[in-house]
Antibody, heavy 121, light 106 residues
Framework: EVQLVESGGGLVQPGRSPRLSCTTSGLAFGDYAMSWVRQAPGKGLEWVGYIRSKVFGGTAEYAASVKGRFTISRDDSKSVVYLQMNSLKTEDTAVYYC????????????WGQGTLVTVSS | SYALTQPPSVSVSPGQTASITCSGDKLGDKFVSWYQQKPGQSPVLVIHQDAKRPSGIPERFSGSNSGNTATLTISGTQAMDEADYYCQAWDSNTKVFGGGTKLTVL
């Protein structure tokens, strides 16, 4: 059974820099691109960014709203993907989901349960 | 930046056919995926590559994509299909989601 489990969410003050983790099991992690998608309370899905598998270069792409503030990295030896969030703003408050897609520019087969990040003083 | 437009809401009677559209410039040239999200749950892939159903997704879910519009069709809609539905496509290495459509079965 494939599982994606996000962690690291919680109440964070504006300007702080937490890191989210997404620990996976049951899939050939190295073959998958990993995405982060967020959902503000009562709103729709917003893509945050993704990191390619090593086969496709292992590079990351980001949404304009977070580019320069957020960084995605992966540790294939641990089957974990990270989202480093810097200089958080109140508008970054959302449930953050990680998802997995096989190959390049593909669809998300698997999703985690999400972790809520609340940015507030 | 590329945008996908969905109707905010669609209503359907049980047993009838529901159609949810997703519009974008030359969308037919891209692959479209559809995700279902029920309250308090994570999204679930229901259609990929315009019209393919993942294993475990009922046959009543189907998709099409041509021109500027992709459509998710649910035939014989059931109460359990009530959810938010999101279309998604890639544009210039950017994953784009539609704004979502709330499907009400009443």
């Amino acid at each position: 059974e494939v599982q994606l489990v996000e962690s690291g969410g919680g109440l964070v003050q504006p300007g702080r820099s937490p890191r989210l983790s997404c620990t996976t099991s049951g899939l050939a992690f190295g073959d998958y691109a990993m995405s982060w998608v967020r959902q503000a309370p009562g709103k729709g899905l917003e893509w945050v960014g993704y990191i390619r598998s090593k086969v496709f270069g292992g590079t990351a792409e980001y949404a304009a709203s977070v580019k320069g503030r957020f960084t995605i990295s992966r540790d294939d030896s641990k089957s974990v993907v990270y989202l480093q969030m810097n200089s958080l703003k109140t508008e970054d408050t959302a449930v953050y989901y990680c998802s997995a897609s096989f190959g390049e520019l593909s669809y998300d087969d698997f999703w985690g349960q999400g972790t809520l990040v609340t940015v507030s003083s | 930046s590329y945008a996908l437009t969905q109707p905010p809401s669609v209503s359907v009677s049980p047993g009838q056919t529901a159609s949810i559209t997703c519009s974008g410039d030359k969308l037919g040239d891209k692959f479209v995926s559809w995700y279902q999200q029920k309250p308090g749950q994570s999204p679930v892939l229901v259609i990929h590559q315009d019209a393919k159903r993942p294993s475990g997704i009922p046959e009543r879910f189907s998709g099409s994509n041509s021109g500027n519009t992709a459509t998710l069709t649910i035939s014989g809609t059931q109460a359990m299909d009530e959810a938010d539905y999101y279309c998604q496509a890639w544009d210039s290495n950017t994953k784009v989601f539609g704004g979502g459509t709330k499907l009400t079965v009443l």
